[in-house]
């Protein structure tokens, strides 16, 4: 592994762990709650973001060049809600991902769904191009429709894609999570998913975390929040800073109290 590819692993996960905004919804979902002006949501949260996650499109519209947050490149797509989710290509080239200083890609892949085996081959050829340049790739465990969100199922998943070279692997929480980590060799870390109340999305992070996971790479859960810079700040609580749930329901429920219109 390359000092390069080292280092912006480091980055995106300071000191192996990382609070990672996701706000790369749009390449599929289009205007999704939350993200229908994407500056005016990602603004405010940058301060609390360890990485920011999205597509070039956002990053180049609505993210101004100069801020100190390492950018995780979201490289597949080509599909939308309105189709098969998983026939995907890559869609932005390891060399541009260079020039917009991204300091890892990331690529959906869809096991066992349809196009399985040409998502797997999106991941394999971000992975060797990025070999050339020193380019983390983080691999995205999509969900098929169909697909169970259990351990053996995500466990299956996440491993194939450290196997294919992944730096970093991106699943969901499930029960017996400790196994999907233990069974892959590289940092994993959760998607938030749907929209929980505060509350339950603390309990996730913390639980995940618990059970070895090196972070969050969240999204709904935190701008669809009523307050998503208490929440953000919230989240960080749990994965930085090793506070229990109710510790940081206590501090996003302060934020919220304050932030709230004078009657
Ligand atoms: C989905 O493929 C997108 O990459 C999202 O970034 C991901 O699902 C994380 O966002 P959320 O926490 O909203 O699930």
Partial sequence: MSWGLKDRVERVMKGGRTVMLAVDHGYFQGPTTGLENPRRTITPLLPYADSLMLTRGVLRTSVDPGQDVPIVLRASGGTSILKELSD????????????????????????????????LSNLSELVNEGERYGMPVLAVTAVGREMARDARYLGLACRIAAELGASIVKTYYCADFRKVVDGCPVPVVIAGGKKLPERDALQLAHDAVAEGAAGVDMGRNIFQSSDPVAMIRAVRGVVREGKGVDEAYASFAEGSARTLPAR
Avoid: D, Q
């Fill in 88 to 119: 995907e290509v890559v869609t932005t080239s390891i060399e541009e991902a260079v020039r917009l200083n991204a300091s890892a890609v990331a690529v959906s892949v869809f096991v066992g769904s349809e196009h399985e085996k040409e998502t």
